[in-house]
């Protein structure tokens, strides 16, 4: 009996050494799958801890990850880890699946806490619930933040009076362009000055075809299209085409934008390239664009043919601007990072991207890579070389341009005058006005559904606008494309009375 007294009095000592060194010893937090921490409670006269540094998930889009790019993150998030206690783990869609991703991943509940968004998503991901209500947070927790963005552009951002979402401050009035290959406008003695609209390019395309059967002069993807098609029309933020109102239309009338007279004709110019072979007969299949082709069509700005010289492997691209500078609500919203309304962290993540819009260092690591490999600084962190065309990352869909440094090549005052488009810009006469879909959410997601279908054939010239656009809008008012168009004229005429 002493004996079992003795046994059972020294299983209680050692129980109690056992309990004393787990709560002297290691991390309080445990780290969970998701990115997020388990907090366990330690006594009050423990005297060491350690506080398990949160790493974000960051949805965003680009190219096809490079080999490198673990270890360029990982020397971000040494720099971050240190300047903010936080850090990135880096999700990439990439341009071709991105659509379909993001949305699966907010239908779905996938946890995630920043995520690049834009005007076709966003109203939707907000009438959701997907997306995290930052009004307040915004300004007392990241002051600097709220700061560096103009007054305006966050206001483009509001949902009801509400922001969700953190705006990219870059060329955020639209300015469209159209980008030939120069040794195509060489040899075929193409004058970019004497292009001004569509029709204007049948010429100079007619001529490059004379590359071959199987050149196609005008490259498509089945997301882009011919970029840029509809932008003559404010699309309400809907990111829907087939609705909108003609941004200098001072009357604000909403309109089926199909069944426009300017449109109908550019789509049969489209189709006519299409048959013609100008445009690439796998355009509505193609998901990813191939490097270095003859023209394009992009929104962008001065200097931002340099970026695509080096990552398409063409010795010189020639851009002329042919729209805008405009601001509408959706180009504003036409860059956006909203943070999860289900992270742990949103202070953390909008401290994260308070020091993307603030700190050059970061800026350029997130756009360029990893230094050293993808680029090297030549002027501090103002002008950098870049020395691989590997890196994937989209830096407009990142933060600011403002704090950015400037490739070499480009012009050094670039950022200047793209803050000078900016100004410049005239306004679309519904800036400010983003349609509250809450009580239209299934006519939406009908109509969206429709034009799903039909896209990818209408905007890469592969349909007969002729035939397929009766049929798209007879399925579109099915849909309910005019409970959709009268509740978008009732919000604009309250709006703007």
Request: aromatic fraction near 10%.
């Amino acid at each position: 009996m002493k004996k079992s007294w003795k046994f059972i009095s020294t299983l209680c000592v050692l129980t109690l050494m056992v309990t004393a060194l787990a709560a002297c010893s290691g991390s309080n937090s445990a780290s969970t799958t998701d990115g997020s921490t388990n907090t366990k409670d330690t006594p009050k006269d423990t005297t060491t801890t350690s506080k398990e540094i949160p790493t974000l998930v960051w949805w965003t889009i680009g190219g096809q990850v490079p080999n490198n790019f673990n270890k360029a993150v990982d020397a971000m998030n040494a720099y971050t880890a240190e300047k903010i206690g936080v850090k990135i783990d880096i999700k990439v869609a990439s341009w071709g699946e991105w659509d379909t991703k993001i949305n699966t991943i907010v239908n779905t509940g996938e946890p995630f806490d920043i995520m690049f968004t834009n005007s076709g998503k966003y109203s939707k991901q907000v009438a959701m619930g997907a997306l995290a209500d930052i009004t307040d947070l915004v300004q007392s927790e990241t002051p600097d933040l709220y700061k560096t963005i103009p007054t305006k552009v966050w206001e483009g951002t509001k949902i009801g009076g509400k922001y969700y979402s953190v705006p990219t401050y870059k060329d955020s009035a639209l300015t469209q362009y159209w980008v030939f290959d120069d040794k195509y406008v060489q040899k075929y003695n193409i004058d970019i000055n004497s292009i001004k609209t569509l029709q204007d390019l049948d010429k100079p395309l007619r001529a490059m075809k004379a590359e071959g059967k199987n050149f196609y002069p005008m490259p498509m993807t089945q997301g882009d299209g011919l970029n840029g098609f509809f932008n003559e029309y404010d699309d309400l933020t809907l990111g829907f085409p087939p609705i909108g109102v003609k941004a200098d239309d001072t009357s604000r009338t909403v309109v089926s934008v199909l069944e426009q007279p300017g449109i109908l004709n550019d789509l049969k110019l489209l189709h006519g390239w299409y048959q013609e072979g100008i445009i690439n007969p796998d355009a509505p299949t193609k998901t990813e664009k191939d490097k270095g082709q003859p023209f394009f069509a992009a929104q962008a700005f001065p200097g931002a043919e340099v970026s695509w010289q080096i990552n398409d492997a063409v010795q010189k691209y020639t851009m002329f601007q042919h729209y805008g500078p405009i601001y509408t609500t959706s180009t504003i919203q036409g860059s956006l990072n909203a943070i999860s309304a289900n992270s742990k962290y949103k202070k953390e993540a909008l401290k994260y991207l308070e020091l993307v819009n603030t700190d050059p260092k970061l800026r350029n690591m997130l756009a360029f890579g990893e230094l050293g490999v993808d680029y090297k600084n030549v002027d501090g962190e103002k002008v950098i070389e870049r020395t691989s065309d590997t890196w994937p990352l989209a830096a407009y869909s990142q933060g600011t341009f403002f704090n950015l440094a400037v490739t070499k090549g480009a012009p050094e005052d670039q950022w200047e005058q793209v803050e000078k488009l900016n100004d410049a810009a005239t306004s679309s006469t519904i800036l400010g006005f983003a349609l509250d879909i809450a009580n239209l959410q299934t006519e939406v997601a009908n109509c969206q559904a429709v034009w799903d279908k039909y896209k990818y054939e209408v905007i890469t010239g592969a349909s007969d606008p002729e035939k397929t656009i009766p049929k798209i809008v007879a399925e579109l008012k099915s849909a309910g494309m005019d409970t959709i168009m009268k509740a978008a004229q009732e919000q604009i005429n309250s709006y703007f009375k």
